[in-house]
């Protein structure tokens, strides 16, 4: 870990900058639009947008970096992202926002798909599952930081996008000074949707589903929260934890999805997420609503990388990078619609409605889960090794992890 820490630390500290202007970005936002008298459609248009531009570039970015170079591209969509910051506050309007969270999306992900690829140069076969660990504890360390920032300024003024602005510029500077250039890369073709379907329908289902309860995680917690009346400091509070729970139970649970029916796993923590979602529709103190983050932090993103690991399962490992990319993006098509379908359930029914959403798909998938468990026999299927996975990484995030799974792999073969 020292050594990891002692090659990477620029990068992870970066990772970390860039992760608070990001995770306060979302939630300052639907705070913002709260103050500023815009509909819950229109905020859920808004952070919909966020998930349509990371989609695209997670594709593009690639291409953009082999044309141009690395450091060309990290510079440029940073300085991308510290411009739109700004212009949130400046120009109030729920079509500009929505037309400005494209644009960060696309940013964001490119900047992770460059970060991403020189973690991956910079680590070595028998230490790139510790890197891919701190890296994503550096993301949701990041978001989490981020939370705690908004309580300490005026939501209605500009101070607040300022800071994530001078954050993110301010990020590139270790990076950029402390990493050498990452070689050129190729990002595998996503294997075709029927293929993955076929290969694990509840991996397929499982993560289009999640990424429907990580866009309301990410995105619309500050619009549930400004609906229900919670401060800012509340509001702060509840998101972090629900990252928190993640970082803590995410190991945990990875060590004990290697000793089990990975799919018995899969249908007792969507449950417990779902049914602790479910406690917040009913009754609405906000000690239950941090009970009800709690539950569906830690279950729902530990989940998302127990899809993966549970889909390699069943494939042979030359079909394990393309199937990842297919995962992330049918995850992606989720976190599209999701904002969508909350901002839906929370006009029809109150504030209450976000909860009962995030519920509906966690139970959702635990009952799938059971269903599939009666389909598909499980003997004969060698478990790969866990690797852990943030939601807010890029398909070269995932290809790290594939590249864990096959050292793996090739050890237990020695």
């Given at each position: ?20 202007g ?9 705070l ?82 460059t970060?991403?690829?020189w ?51 301010l ?32 991996a ?25 009346g ?28 290697d ?15 779902g ?140």
């Open positions: 870990m020292v050594q990891v820490l002692s090659s990477s630390w620029a990068l992870l500290l970066g990772v970390f900058m860039l992760m608070i990001n995770g306060m970005q979302g939630t300052l936002l639907g913002r639009g709260d103050l500023e008298g815009f509909s819950t459609l229109s905020m859920s248009v808004v952070i919909s947008a966020y998930f349509v531009g990371f989609l695209f570039a997670s594709r593009m970015a690639p291409q953009m970096i082999q044309r141009v170079g690395h450091v060309r591209v990290f510079a440029a969509l940073g300085s991308t992202i510290s411009a739109v910051l700004i212009l949130y506050p400046t120009i109030a309007d729920p079509w500009v926002w929505t037309v400005l969270r494209v644009v960060v999306g696309f940013c964001f992900c490119g900047v992770y798909v970060a991403e690829s973690l991956n140069d910079s680590a070595s076969n028998e230490n790139r599952g510790k890197a891919l660990s701190l890296y994503m504890i550096a993301q949701m360390g990041g978001i989490v930081a981020g939370q705690y920032v908004i309580v300490t300024g005026d939501v209605g003024g500009f101070v607040l996008f300022v800071i994530p602005s001078v954050l993110v510029s990020a590139f500077a270790p990076i950029l000074l402390s990493v050498r250039p990452a070689p050129a890369f190729g990002l595998t073709k996503p294997m075709p949707i029927r293929k993955l379907v076929n290969a694990s329908p509840l397929a289902i499982g993560m289009f589903l999640l990424g429907g309860v990580f866009a309301a995680q990410f995105g619309m917690s500050g619009v549930f929260g400004a609906r229900a919670l401060s800012v400091t509340q509001i702060s509070f509840m998101i972090s934890v629900v990252y928190i729970a993640a970082m803590l139970l995410q190991f945990p649970i990875g060590w004990v999805s000793r089990m029916d990975r799919r018995v796993l899969i249908l007792a923590l969507s449950a417990i997420g049914i602790g979602a479910l406690i917040s529709v009913f009754y609405h103190s906000y000690t239950l609503i941090v009970i009800s983050s709690v539950a569906i932090g830690g279950t729902s993103n530990p989940l998302y990388a127990l899809l993966i690991a549970y889909t390699n399962d069943r494939l042979d490992r030359g079909d394990m990078a393309g199937a990842s990319a297919g995962m992330l993006f049918i995850n992606g098509l989720g976190a599209i619609v999701g904002p969508l379908i909350v901002g839906y359930s929370m006009d029809t029914v109150g504030p209450s409605g976000y909860w009962a959403y995030v519920s509906a798909l966690l139970l959702g998938l635990a009952v799938y889960a059971g269903w599939r468990m009666t389909r598909r026999s499980n003997q004969g299927v060698e478990a790969v090794t866990f690797a852990p996975l943030s939601p807010t990484g890029t398909p070269i995030a995932a290809e790290v992890a594939q590249e864990v799974y096959a050292e793996h792999e090739a050890q237990a073969s020695r």
